[in-house]
C-alpha cells in the first residue's frame, strides 16, 4: 500500500506577532508547523500597536484584516504638537488613507497576538520551549536540527524570530556585531481616564516626544522617547513613574492628566536598539531570519510589527512546501532585506531627529514642522512612500476575483465607518 509523504515540516522559534504571522502564513501554504516560544505563555507586553496599511495587506493575505480593521481604532485627524500645546502640524487620516490604500489602525498586541495564536492547529504552540541551533541545514540536502527542552527536533525548515537578542542570528551570522544602542528610551503604557477627550497627537520637545492614541475600548495608549544613557533606568516602578512625569509632566494636557491616572506598574521602560548594520542576507542554509532578530528598528515610524508581519507573508509566498527550500529562501532575502534596511535607516533618522537636545536645533526642527504643516498634509506623508503603500507578493483575499469565498469589496464603502470612529 502506498503511503502519502509527511508534510513539510516548519518550526518557528518565537511566539511573537512576526513569528505566529509566518506560522499562520507557511500553515495556510500547507506545511506542518511548529511554534516553539521561550515564555511560559502567550503574554504580550500592555502596550498597543499601529497598523499600517501595509501591514494589513499583509494580514489580508492571511485572512485576518477585516477582522483587525473591525476590532481596531481608525486612527482619526491628529497631528504634532508643541510641549506648550501649540500645533506644529495636523494630519488628516482621510488624505493619508486615499494615499496609501487604506487606514492607519490601532490595537492592543495582546488582542493581534490572540487572533494570529487561534490561527494555529491544536498542538503547534509550545511555550516554555527556548531554542537552540544545533545544524542550520543545507537547501537540497540535510535538514535544519534545532535544541529544544523535549529534545531535539527536524525541520525542512527553519524560521528565527526570536526578538533582537536572538539566539539563532549570532549562529548562522557569527561576524555580525549585532543591535547597538539608539541613544534612546522608550516609555510605554494603556490606561483608561474616563471623560478624557483628545486629538491622538504626538508632541515634540528638547530631548524627548510624547504620544497619545485612543484605543477602540476606550482605554487610552500613550508612549514616550527621550535621549538617555543606556541602562540608566530608575529602580523600580514608583520611580519609574516619577522620571516620566519629571521630564513630560508639564506638557500640555492630557499629558499630565494621563500620568495621574497610570499606575506606576503600568509603564513599562525599554531601550531602543537597532540593528543599524544589516545582515548579509536573511537566510543561511535552510533557516530564515525575520523580525526583530533580522532588522531590529527604532519605533518612529511605528514599522517594527508591520515589518515583521509583511516578512511572515512574504516568506510563505516563496516557499512552496515540498520544493527545494534554496531558491525560496534566496527569493525572500532579495524581497526582504533592501526594503527592511531602508527602513531601519530611515526609522534611524527620525529617532535622531525626536530627540534633538540643543536648544537652536529643536527651534529649527519645529520651524521646519510648522513650515511643512502649512504646506498641507501631503508633505508630511511622503515620510511613508515606498512603506504603506507596500502590496504583498501574494493578492490578498480582499482583491481575488467576485465571488471567491472571503471575497469583500477591493474599493472602500461608502457606509464604512470615519476613521477613529
Known sequence: MQTSPAPARAVI???????????????????????????ASLAPVGAGIGLAPN????????????????????????GLRTPAGRWLSRTDARAAASRFGGPLVLLHRATLIGLLADRLPD???????????????????????????????EADLLVAADGIDSALRPALFPGHPGPSYTGMT????????????????????????WGTQPMKDGRIYAYAAAAAPEHAHAPDAEAEHA?????????????????????????????????????????????ALLGDAAHAMAPTLGQGGNQAIEDGVVLAHHLAPGADVGPGLAAYSADRLPRTSAVVAKAARVARLAVLTSAPAVAARGALMGLAGRLGPGLALRTFDGIADWRPPARPYADRAPGHPGTRPATPRTDRPSPGR
Open 13 to 39: 522559534a518565537g511566539g511573537g506577532i512576526g513569528g505566529l504571522a509566518a506560522a499562520v502564513a507557511l500553515h495556510r501554504r500547507g506545511w506542518h508547523v511548529t511554534v516553539l516560544e521561550r515564555a
Open 55 to 78: 501591514a494589513l495587506r499583509a494580514l489580508d493575505v492571511i485572512g485576518l484584516g477585516d477582522e483587525v480593521r473591525a476590532l481596531a481604532a481608525w486612527q482619526g485627524d491628529g
Open 123 to 153: 498542538g503547534a504552540l509550545r511555550t516554555a520551549s527556548p531554542a537552540a541551533l544545533a545544524d542550520r541545514g543545507t537547501a537540497g540536502g540535510r535538514p535544519a536540527r534545532i535544541t529544544t527542552p523535549d529534545g531535539e527536533l
Open 186 to 209: 522608550t516609555w510605554r503604557l494603556v490606561t483608561t481616564v474616563p471623560g478624557l477627550s483628545f486629538a491622538p497627537h504626538e508632541t515634540w520637545g528638547r530631548g524627548g516626544l
Open 243 to 287: 522620571e516620566l512625569m519629571r521630564r513630560f509632566g508639564a506638557w500640555h494636557q492630557p499629558i499630565p492628566e494621563i500620568l495621574a491616572a497610570t499606575p506606576a506598574e503600568a509603564v513599562l521602560r525599554h531601550d531602543v536598539r537597532h540593528l543599524d548594520r544589516p545582515l548579509p542576507a536573511h537566510h543561511r542554509g535552510r533557516t
